[in-house]
């Protein structure tokens, strides 16, 4: 899935953008705990499930959807230690550092995890 089309780009765009707004106004009106719970709605996902229709169809379709939807099982996963990381993180080295770490951790595992099951 190395070329994605402009339409694809542009309605992933609109929907991470938007699902960005929403969860920061409802954080800001209801509290952090909620907006946290809208902000890991997978709305990337869906728009890039959505996507890959303009660039795939039939059996390529199928497959491509597939691909997609174990790799987004795995990033869910890694999405919810890096969430716990910093949560842990952010307590005992302040906001700065630990945001800086878990994110670094997420690379680090995203990396790996790719590398071993990708290009191994």
């Not at 509290?31 to 709305?43: D, L, Q, R, Y």
């Not at 987004?72 to 770490?101: D, E, H, S, Y």
Request: aromatic share 12%.
């Amino acid at each position: 899935m190395l070329s994605i089309s402009l339409i694809g780009i542009l309605l992933r765009f609109i929907l991470g953008g938007t699902a960005v707004a929403v969860a920061s106004l409802i954080a800001k009106r209801v509290g952090g705990v909620f907006g946290g719970i809208f902000a890991a709605f997978p709305v990337v996902f869906l728009a890039a499930l959505l996507t890959i229709r303009w660039d795939h169809s039939g059996y390529d379709l199928i497959r491509q959807s597939i691909v997609l939807s174990q790799g987004a099982l795995i990033g869910m996963a890694i999405n919810i230690v890096c969430a716990l990381a910093a949560g842990f993180l952010v307590a005992r080295k302040g906001w700065k550092r630990g945001l800086t770490l878990s994110v670094l951790g997420w690379f680090l595992v995203s990396f790996s995890i790719s590398y071993m099951l990708f290009i191994v």
